[in-house]
């Protein structure tokens, strides 16, 4: 398969079934997120299962800041870049679905699907200048619903993670933000989301009781500190993903040798890179 060659719609719904499977098995469906096609193919050669992207990490490799200052156009031909680079399934960070309306998120789902990938990460924060932090539980609902009736329409099993930013926005007080969780994950599971993302909380208790009480697969967001896949898997966690963990590492790394060779002129920065013929022979097979 060649970066121009097309995923067929039978491929795609292969994947995405491939995809909706790996949410059930007996270890998590882990995600080390990247952010374009090399480090794509990278994730998928050290044994990834599916590639998922990083809005932060798109935005940034794009010139963009993150919190949808990225057009849909710009998201969705990258995301079309990513699938053509591998074989494992990829599920696409559309932020909060890049625009104001439903209807806006059904044009990102039919957009993400026409490029190949199977899966969206979908989240009730809003980017608005002024405002709350979240959507409505009502209103996120009604966007997930259109996103669900848009893959329909096209016939593909799209896997809808509804992400919620009850803690990681901090929106109200800490005592009611488990309810507050709860409350969002059935509303959006009810309009057609297949799992829920609650980044912002990695503690035993709470993602227990976020396991124990969403009637769906629960995906974790990890960063240094966090307990192990090992440990959240036993409390029975779906999926872990990283975020732009990943991608802020490569640029802090990106910093360090930059700071290195303009200051002290030496190169001890880039021992450890992997080599020339190591990362052209991940895309020979595709030129």
Request: charged fraction near 20%; aromatic fraction near 6%.
């Amino acid at each position: 398969m060649s970066n121009e060659t097309p995923t067929t719609l039978a491929t795609q719904i292969e994947r995405a079934r491939t995809f909706r499977d790996l949410h059930t098995g007996e270890r998590p469906l882990v995600l080390p997120n990247a952010w374009d096609p090399a480090s794509a193919r990278i994730v998928e050669e050290a044994g990834a299962a599916a590639v998922a992207t990083t809005s932060a990490g798109v935005g940034w490799g794009l010139g963009f800041g993150d919190g949808e200052r990225l057009s849909r156009e710009r998201a969705v031909e990258l995301i079309a870049r990513v699938v053509a680079t591998v074989d494992v399934p990829v599920t696409a960070d559309v932020e909060a679905g890049y625009g104001e309306s439903a209807e806006d998120v059904a044009a990102t789902v039919r957009g993400v699907l026409g490029a190949g990938a199977v899966g969206i990460n979908l989240e009730d924060a809003s980017h608005a200048s002024e405002g709350p932090a979240v959507r409505s539980t009502e209103e996120n609902a009604a966007r997930i619903a259109a996103a669900r009736q848009a893959a329909d329409e096209v016939g593909v099993p799209l896997f809808i993670n509804a992400r919620t930013d009850v803690y990681l926005a901090s929106v109200g007080e800490p005592e009611t933000r488990l309810s507050e969780t709860l409350e969002r994950a059935a509303a959006y599971v009810a309009a057609g989301a297949d799992g829920v993302f609650v980044p912002g909380v990695v503690d035993f208790e709470t993602v227990t009781a976020l396991v124990k009480g969403i009637a769906a697969p629960l995906n974790v967001m990890v960063w240094p500190g966090a307990p192990s896949v090992e440990e959240f898997a036993e409390l029975g966690v779906a999926r872990i993903s990283v975020g732009a963990a990943i991608a802020q590492s490569v640029h802090a790394l990106t910093r360090r040798a930059a700071r290195e060779v303009l200051t002290s002129g030496t190169y001890t920065s880039f021992t450890d890179g992997l080599s020339y013929p190591e990362l052209n022979g991940l895309f020979e097979r595709r030129s």
